[in-house]
């Protein structure tokens, strides 16, 4: 007897979920609702929407979204149904169970595309949505006229997750590119770090003189990945009126946005910036100062030359070792005596690049006898002049 009623509630419970799973939210639209003013067949697609088969209730959303403005009057109704997450792997266009969805998202999609070019309803509708759904909805947009609405509606959501996903989405819509960059300056004030992140980070894929402004600001963003961001895409620009702000950002305490400023700063190659970043050599952190390196390697200036010189007393055997290291480019008199005098240095590994990098320039070797270097170079110095 027990097993009789244990099969009898497995084939009830399998019957109830082959018909339509666990209980969703549909929609509750009462009849006096629907208004005879509107077109026949957008009256029996609202009709539909109440149906108690959720396939059919997709079907009808879907339908009404392909009717597009005629079908404005439905955008109530289909307001009732977006929190109807039925799940349907089914593809409505062609019938086949091919994709993933719900009526709730077919609900959203048509509410964008009745209401394309208007922006409030959308925004309406995804402040009703179930995160879940709407994210579905964003992140399968395709390249499609009214999926603009639909990401510039969700970039003014309460929910920082779905402002996210859809600065990850912008870009894949044919007429976004007309104000990506308005959109992307907000953004860029979002209060949730990781939306301003990914917008500083979208830059690069629209170079517009309109965002270095609002770049250079988030410069001074609190978070280092903002930050980083902004600097990249700066460089990308290469706009030259963000060559102080990336200067300052030399000074960061993290490495990983040091060396985005730095990369930024040498495709600018704004020569303002050699000064100041000369300065650097004297701030007290070691990775500061090496970082100041990094962008002077790539000036062969004499101001340069003689800050490496300098460089050569730093306290940090790293920094007397790299400053070695931009030296051995030059043969100048002043750069080759530098480096014979670096063989006096109490680290040994210093020492030994002195060698190496005259060796490199003379094509002889005296080891590490600087007696040996300064008469060579003496003597070379005569035969030149």
Known sequence: MDKAKNLALIIS???YLLSGGFVYAQSKIPKDKYSRKNPVEVTNKIKKLNSSDPKERALAAYELGEMGKKAAPAIPFLLELVKDTSPLAWNLTTGAFLERTSPAEEAIVAVAKISYPEIEPVVEVFNLAEKEAAKRVINGLGRKDWATNVLLATLKNKDPQLRLAAIHNLGGTPDIKKNVVEILISALRDPYP????????????FSDKRSVKPLIAALRDKNAKVKERAAYALGEIRDKEATLGLVELMKDQEYGVRTEANTALVKLNDTRAIEPIIALLN???????SNAIDFLMNFKELRVEKAFITALKDDSPRIRERAANC?????SIEAVSALIDLLDDKE???KGTARYHLREISGQDFGLNKNEWQQWWNQKKKTTE
């Open 13 to 15: 419970l399998i019957i």
């Open 194 to 205: 990781e939306v301003r992140e990914a917008a500083a980070g979208s830059f690069n894929k």
């Open 283 to 289: 701030n007290p952190d070691e990775d500061i100062r």
């Open 327 to 331: 030296l051995s480019r030059s043969k």
């Open 348 to 350: 040994v590994h210093v």
